[in-house]
């Protein structure tokens, strides 16, 4: 039988759980597939746009003085992005923490049974690609990084341009192959979490996640694969 004082010193933390239940594991994990969706969704979105560039300069220049010529769409496409990305970014460092403090000596020797490379490097692979984004804002949104001129008003010539340069090739394709590999578990772990997808005798056949990551992987990669071999001109 539970005592006076011990009820009362429980009762605090049950509020809390009930008045915050996002900073529980399961609602950190909730907000991540939900965040990690709406970024998919742009990236899908973003390829679509992006394919563009096959189509021609007109084709392409005109979806990028669309996307000006409505500042309203335009911001809040970008205000969901951002704050996707800040809850998706703080909901995985939160959880991080907490098996860290859960666990705070490694295992000495750990041997996964039902596990991939993808999952085992999400947290690295998500370092890798918040500072790839960053990147790609300073190389094509705003020209700072210049490895060719930048023309403010002509997408078309600093993408086909750009993508001339091996350098830049390179740390696209590299990027973009750990895009794969993050959508890949990404998608999987948020269908999870979200409980659209039943455990299985086999965890690792994961056809929608393997479409997706393929999808995006294959079209974003084509772009400056096909430019470095000569198309675009």
């Known amino acids: 039988m539970q005592s006076i004082g011990e009820f ?15 900073r529980s594991t ?19 979105f973003h390829l679509l746009g992006n394919l563009l560039v096959y189509r021609g300069r007109d084709a392409l220049n005109e979806y990028s003085a669309f996307l000006v010529r ?12 951002l704050a996707s990305a800040v809850i998706h970014i703080g909901a ?20 996964p ?10 947290r690295l692979t998500g370092v890798v690609l918040a500072g790839f984004i960053v990147f790609h804002i300073l190389h094509l949104t705003t020209g700072t990084i210049a490895p060719v001129p930048f ?3 002509d997408v078309y010539h600093n993408v086909v341009e750009g993508f001339r340069v091996p350098w830049v090739v390179a740390i696209y394709l590299g990027a973009l192959a750990i895009v794969g590999m993050h959508v890949w578990h990404g998608a999987w772990a948020s269908l999870r979490s979200l409980g659209r997808s039943r455990p299985s005798p086999r965890p690792k056949r994961r056809p929608v ?25």
């Open 92 to 111: 995985a460092a939160l959880l991080w923490n907490r098996d860290r403090l859960a666990r705070p000596v490694a295992y000495r020797r750990l041997r």
């Open 26 to 44: 399961v609602g950190l994990k909730v907000l991540m597939a939900a965040t990690g969706i709406v970024l998919v969704v742009f990236l899908v």
């Open 209 to 233: 996640a393997w479409i997706l990551a393929l999808v995006l992987w294959g079209g974003f990669s084509s772009i400056p694969l096909a430019i470095w071999l000569g198309g675009g001109r």
């Open 8 to 22: 009362n010193e429980d009762r605090p933390h049950d509020a809390s759980r009930r008045l915050h239940p996002w």
């Open 70 to 81: 409505e500042p309203p769409l335009l911001w809040a496409a970008r205000a969901v992005l």
């Open 151 to 153: 023309e403010k008003h």
């Open 113 to 122: 049974r039902s596990t991939t490379v993808p999952a085992r490097t999400m």
